[in-house]
């Protein structure tokens, strides 16, 4: 993904909203950095739904800076118990 925009939200049926918002401080889209992430979350826009379309390890390291090593530590156990429970 080179740039999240309005039309990339709304084809992906984000709410209307968040649309607006983002289109108001992030008119011409935004690229998925660290940076842009967590300006998106100041705004009060949820970015835990652009995961799905995030490459896994820039999750993995926003997560790091974020939340700590602890969070990361405590989905890989959820979502190991997850798998077992498929088998």
Known sequence: MKKVTAKWLCERDACWEH???????FPFGAKPTLKNIEKAEKLGLDTEWLAVSMPT???VDYRLKHDG?????RNNMIIAWLEQLEE
């Open 19 to 25: 649309i607006i918002l983002f289109s108001i401080f």
């Open 57 to 59: 390890q820039f999750w």
């Open 69 to 73: 090593p602890l969070h990361l530590v």
